[in-house]
């Protein structure tokens, strides 16, 4: 039968741990097309790692993911908890994902550049962005670091690599290959990285930047994130009658793969592979990261509304946390020390949470002066922004 989308679920596409060979950095992009409809996986139901897929890394480093993965996940719910109680107006989590923002941003470098969503905050959190600036900026009081003049959530830090966030979807992946492209000709040794979702891959943009990508073989990452929902529309929409979104890569001849999003190893050893590659010279890698968002897309919506409650806890993938704890305890480590994680990010954004309402919530305080709006988005404001704050008063 024409035109039959595959049911939810069927998509998948799910390898078995280990499954999935390991090719060299400098393969034919044609060699590994099949890899744009497995799923590359590293961690087994029992949390062990297997495969040649399975990464070098210790423990320190996998507690230091873990630790950016649960302080992520009490962030976003203590700032849910704070829209609810009108501090805020609005407030986007990653319940879910976190393995992908968190692990991404320990393996790339301090002059690499990632061009991210609102669902990346765990990129922050694991590369030691104060909270405080971020629960400031959602809180829009007189320490936001961008003055008021972004929703809540939509950060900017270049001294962490982090690439302003713009509501508009699917503008960062042409400025992440453009970024990318200048690099190569000022023959700089750094990688850009753009994360886009699952639905804004509908986006021209999308296409565009795939194009310029093919064409001058930039080093840039293409992270495409299936959380499987653009709000309430499921993935399948956006992948209309592909069966993947990696295989979007293929068409422009680009190496192209798809991993196991909620396994931190999985995740930290097929972005490294990409950024290998990239920083070698041969170009830009497509990887589709598979996770499902276990909360609603923000603040603004009800879930409820469109998909099973329970689907979350059927999800094939399971919750990244978990996988890593499991994980972890299988090479030894006491689950009091991954206990004693948890409460002490409790107390680390309760306690910056209360600095950070005393310093004012849109609730407590006068917003930001107006005038800030006109001075901090250009560095020589155009006539006609000049005109407008004078007719504004300011
Ligand atoms: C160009 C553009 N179109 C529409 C929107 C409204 N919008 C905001 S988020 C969103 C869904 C995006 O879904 P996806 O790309 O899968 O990312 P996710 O929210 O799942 O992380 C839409 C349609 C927008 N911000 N920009
Ligand atoms: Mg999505």
Redesign the pocket.
């Known amino acids: 039968m024409p035109f039959q989308r595959s049911s939810s679920g069927e998509h998948l596409f799910l390898s078995d741990p280990g499954e999935l060979s390991k090719p060299a950095i400098d393969v034919a992009p044609d060699e590994i097309e099949a890899m744009a409809k497995g799923c590359i996986r590293v961690l087994d139901p029992e949390g062990q790692a297997v495969g040649p897929w399975n990464p070098e890394v210790n423990t320190g480093e996998l507690l230091a993911i873990y630790k950016a993965m649960v302080t992520t996940r009490i962030f976003d719910s203590r700032m849910l908890i704070s829209q609810r109680q009108g501090k805020t107006s609005f407030a986007i989590e990653s319940t879910g ?1 976190e393995a992908i923002s968190t692990t991404i941003a320990k393996v790339l470098g301090p002059q690499d550049m990632a061009f991210p ?3 990346q905050a765990g990129y922050l959190i694991a590369r030691d962005y104060p909270v405080l600036s971020m629960m400031n900026q959602i809180y829009g009081n007189e320490n936001d670091p961008l003055f008021g003049t972004r929703l809540p959530g939509l950060y900017s830090s270049r001294e962490h690599g982090f690439f302003t966030i713009s ?5 960062q992946v042409p400025q992440a290959v453009g970024w990318a492209m200048a690099t190569k000709f000022k023959e700089e040794d750094s990688v850009a990285l753009a994360f ?6 509908a ?1 021209s943009d999308l296409h565009t930047a795939m194009t310029f990508a093919s064409s001058f073989m930039p080093p840039v990452i293409i992270a495409i ?3 499987q ?3 309430s ?1 499921n ?1 399948k929409t ?1 992948r209309g009658m592909a069966s993947t979104f990696a295989q979007r890569g293929i068409g422009y001849g680009l190496p192209s793969l798809r991993v196991d999003g909620n396994d931190v190893l999985g995740v930290m050893s097929v972005t490294k592979w990409a950024r290998d590659r990239a920083l070698a010279g041969y170009g830009p890698t497509v990887i589709e990261y598979l996770t499902y ?1 276990a909360g609603a ?2 603040t603004s919506d009800d879930p409820t509304r469109y998909r099973p409650k329970d689907e979350y806890s059927s999800f094939p993938l399971g919750d990244p946390i978990d996988r890593l704890e499991k994980h972890l305890e299988s090479v030894g480590v006491n689950q009091d020390v991954l206990g004693q994680i948890g409460t002490d990010a409790e107390a680390f954004i309760a306690a910056t949470n209360a600095e950070a309402e005393a310093a004012g919530t849109i609730t407590t305080h006068a917003p930001p002066s107006i005038a800030k709006a006109f001075e901090v988005v250009y560095e020589h404001m155009p006539q006609h922004l000049q005109l407008q704050r004078s007719e504004a008063g300011f």
């Open positions: 994902e969503t609102y669902r509501g508009g979807l699917g503008t886009v979702g699952d639905g804004s891959t986006t994130v299936n959380n929902y653009a709000i529309t993935e956006a968002r897309h923000s």
